[in-house]
């Protein structure tokens, strides 16, 4: 099992930039995801890392959020940059299994431990 504390949310502007942080009491050999949920909309990934650093990013974020980890430190970042209003959101991050697995537009996981979320707000 693996706690994760995200930390790093606010108010930005739109074409700003947030950096989230996610704490992990052990990242071992994890793949880490960043998840986001609007009110009224579905939870969607918007970027994995395996515990070997390789990255997936759907087509919404691409270009725009960079994740990184740092296993020394237990964390894992998602920078984002050229913020949009869309997205505005609460921001999950989760240990998503041994690997990051994604096709037909969404990221598949058996087993998954959830932080609490930090809240995204992207104003114009």
């Known amino acids: 099992e693996v706690q994760l504390v995200e930390s790093g949310g606010g108010l930005a502007q739109a074409g700003g930039s947030l950096r989230l942080s996610c704490a992990a009491s052990?990242?071992?050999?994890?793949?880490i995801g960043w998840f986001r949920q609007a009110p009224g909309k579905e939870r969607e990934g918007v970027s994995c890392i395996s515990s070997t650093g390789s990255t997936i990013y759907p087509d919404s974020v691409k270009g725009r959020f960079t994740i990184s980890r740092d296993n020394a430190k237990n964390t894992v970042y998602l920078q984002m940059n050229s913020l949009k209003l869309e997205d505005t959101a609460v921001y999950y991050c989760?240990?998503?299994?041994?690997?990051?697995?994604?096709?037909?537009?969404?990221?598949?996981?058996?087993?998954?431990?959830w932080g609490q979320g930090t809240q995204v707000t992207v104003s114009s």
């Open positions: 052990n990242l071992d050999d994890y793949a």
């Open positions: 989760a240990a998503v299994g041994k690997a990051c697995i994604y096709y037909g537009g969404a990221f598949h996981y058996d087993d998954v431990y």
